[in-house]
């Protein structure tokens, strides 16, 4: 009993993961991932802070206070969010609810675990670059390299469909349709995939790349698009390094054109706010960026100023014309002075 105690964890986890991830709840990729790289570092907290091995970590060594240790743990030596924090509690959270229907006896413990709360994250303002700022991180890349062009149609590709990082790393040549009229498929969250309609811009771009990588041809359908130096796919740390390179570049002959922080993310918001800004329909921004509700889509309303100033002022317009100007109705003005008077003669001191 004692030697199954101290593998419980390892079972149980790797039961978490091909049975109830993978087999019931059939997440993406990216989930997995996600969920792969918490308990990843969960191991790392353990090794370091417990001087436990892996393979010697138990259930009953995951307490509500070694979770705790462990948040704060990657808050003050890993520099993580407090975003990034709630994250891996979720996972951790979601693996206490699978065991308390595996393993009763552990009712108690996952309660424990399930009552931690995630930290308060104040709301970031939104980044996003204007259409010269676009334009100018565009330029960057030197496109007498390989590399220099993978760089610029991978960020243009980023900004011209607004894809999520972790769905623009695993896109294949064969989810490229560059026949009129073009589009890409993207696979997002939850599996869900869509077809977003790429620029004549890209479409060029994306042809002559084509040729470059030798992707040409349906024998390289199942090709990822971007790769790295060894052939595998770019993972997000590394589209992310890519992308802070040349937003350095920027910086140092336009830094009014780049935000201090500025991440992968934010070129998905830049296209979204220009797509808004040049006036068109929120329901049709929400299906280009894979939106299941369209109320996640009006935060980009909401954070233009210029778009409420001239909303504001159209409706000033509109309403302003319509409006009586009674100061110049002289019976108006006469009935307001005798109606003083009367008003006046009433008051009882």
Not at 66 to 83: A, C, D, H, K
Not at 245 to 269: A, G, N, T, W
Not at 273 to 292: F, S
Request: with cysteine; hydrophobic share 35%.
């Amino acid at each position: 009993m004692n030697n199954k105690n101290e593998t419980d964890f390892s079972y149980y986890l790797h039961r978490f993961f091909n049975e109830h991830l993978d087999a019931h709840r059939r997440v993406s990729i990216h989930t997995v991932e996600s969920y792969s790289w918490t308990f990843a570092l969960l191991l790392e907290f353990f090794q370091a802070k417990m001087h436990l091995p892996p393979q010697k970590v138990a259930i009953h060594h995951i307490s509500k206070d070694t979770v705790l240790e462990f948040l704060s743990w990657l808050e003050q030596e890993r520099g993580n969010s407090l975003s990034t924090r709630n994250q891996r509690l979720t996972v951790i959270r979601s693996f206490f609810r699978y065991l308390q229907t595996q393993r009763p006896e552990y009712m108690w413990l996952a309660s424990s675990v399930l009552s931690i709360k995630g930290s308060k994250v104040p709301k970031p303002a939104m980044n996003y670059l204007s259409h010269d700022g676009i334009k100018l991180l565009l330029e960057q890349p030197d496109l007498s390299t390989m590399a220099g062009r993978r760089d610029m149609v991978l960020l243009s590709l980023l900004y011209d469909t607004a894809a999520r990082v972790s769905e623009i790393i695993y896109v294949k040549a064969g989810d490229l349709m560059l026949s009129n009229p073009s589009s890409i498929r993207l696979t997002g969250k939850g599996q869900k995939t869509r077809l977003v309609p790429l620029m004549t811009q890209s479409v060029k771009h994306l042809k002559k790349y084509l040729s470059d990588m030798d992707l040409q041809g349906s024998e390289h359908s199942s090709d990822y698009l971007f790769v790295n130096r060894s052939h595998q796919p770019l993972t997000r740390g590394g589209v992310a390094y890519i992308l802070k390179k040349y937003c350095d570049q920027v910086r140092q002959i336009h830094p009014e054109q780049m935000p201090d922080r500025f991440s992968p993310h934010c070129l998905r918001h830049s296209k979204a706010m220009h797509l808004l800004q040049a006036g068109n329909n929120l329901i049709y921004i929400r299906d280009i960026l894979g939106h299941v509700d369209v109320s996640t889509t009006e935060i980009y309303a909401k954070a233009d100023p210029e778009m409420k100033r001239h909303a504001l002022e159209k409706a000033y317009q509109e309403i302003t014309p319509s409006l009586p100007d009674w100061t110049a109705d002289l019976k108006i003005l006469s009935w307001l002075q005798t109606y003083k008077k009367r008003r006046n003669s009433d008051v009882k001191y």
